[in-house]
């Protein structure tokens, strides 16, 4: 059986959890962002997608003359969700420097604390910002009441795929945190959503229950943003503030911790001359006194 998948970063999970899956070889994976240099058009996209038994395409924007809602309408292609969850890190963001038209990078490339780039942007010190983390700050910029909106944002993913979130989320609790980053989920997650897709199609399937015997998780590679012990105790998990950075080598050299994060933080928008971040999550922390807030307390 011949099976293709195009999506973001997802896919490197995704592509060795349908070959487990499968026991098939015959997965091929890209990367959405790399559609225009391997496709010449939509049409030879469409084509492409149409030659195979089964296909996985997640949801893709902002590439010129490609458009995956057409794909779903021209083609055989099933649509799989895309995992975006910030209810365990809302404090893990993209963040814009519009003044160098640059995306702003930390040792956590292109993850940054929104906390912390904005403690920095309006003056206070490391060490202010360093305690800032903390429940009733945390409870003020909007951090411990994160699970509607971000199960909502999901859940509509999900019923855009023809699945129920439901159906899952009662198992990855009990897992534990089914993310490892506000948009990069366990493999436990993509594979379970990955046997009901395949279920769905008709594939045959394995189901090895415990695909961590089988398989590393692909996303480990790249950071993983702590979940706080502030949040973290609200969901019965364990909280930590170890942050973690790329180790693409399999090192684990980009560990921090909270001090050492917010110190190597300051020192990025420093030396990228970081003054002024147009973020609407911002402009409410502006509104609601957020400043104020922490040098109250």
Known sequence: MRIGIIGNCQVETIAPVLRLLTRSLDIESHHSWNIKSNFNNQESLEEYINGFDIFLCQDFYGIDGFDSSAIWENTKAIRFPTFYFDAF???????YNHEKQTV????????????????????????????????NIFSAAGFLN??????????????????????????????????????????????????FVLQQAGATTTNVERPGNFLQDPLLRYPVWPIYPEISSRYGFSGTYCF??????????????????????????????????????????????????????
């Open 89 to 95: 890190h809302p404090d893990c963001v993209y963040l």
């Open 104 to 135: 702003v990078r930390t040792d956590m490339s292109h993850y940054n604390s929104g906390l912390i780039a904005y403690l920095y942007v309006n003056g206070l010190t490391e060490s202010e910002t360093v305690n800032a983390f903390r429940a």
């Open 146 to 195: 994160r699970w509607h909106p971000a199960y909502t944002v999901l859940e509509q993913e999900f019923k855009a795929c023809n699945l129920r979130l439901a159906d899952f989320m009662p198992r990855w609790m009990r897992q534990g945190p089914f993310m490892h980053s506000c948009n990069h989920p366990t493999l436990n997650a993509i594979y379970d959503v990955c046997l």
């Open 244 to 297: 973690k950075g790329e180790n693409l080598d399999g090192t684990l050299k980009n560990l921090f911790d909270l001090p050492q994060f917010v110190e190597r933080s300051f020192h990025y928008y420093a030396e990228n001359e970081l003054t002024k971040i147009d973020d609407p999550m911002f402009v409410k922390w502006d509104n609601d006194g957020l400043i104020a807030t922490i040098r109250a307390t």
